[in-house]
């Protein structure tokens, strides 16, 4: 009777294992997908920063910053 609840929980724990290991791939690539959304939006922001400091400039605004 224990060898069976031993084996039983063996299984188990194999199969807990084996999903860990599918969840922490799925968890690495959803940090490296955030990671190039944030690389892609920041560069977009700085982009976007340097024409509206172009467009102050050319207008003659005075900047903030």
């Known amino acids: 009777m224990l060898d069976k609840r031993v084996t039983s929980l063996e299984r188990d724990?194999?199969?807990?294992?084996?999903?860990?290991?599918?969840?922490?791939?799925?968890?690495?690539?959803?940090?490296?997908?955030?990671?190039?959304?944030?690389?892609?939006?920041?560069?977009?922001?700085?982009?976007?920063?340097?024409r509206i400091e172009a467009i102050e400039e050319h207008l003659g605004f005075t900047s903030a910053h």
């Open 13 to 50: 724990l194999n199969t807990l294992k084996r999903d860990m290991k599918i969840v922490r791939k799925y968890m690495e690539e959803i940090k490296n997908d955030i990671k190039t959304l944030i690389a892609r939006f920041d560069r977009d922001y700085v982009g976007l920063r340097k």
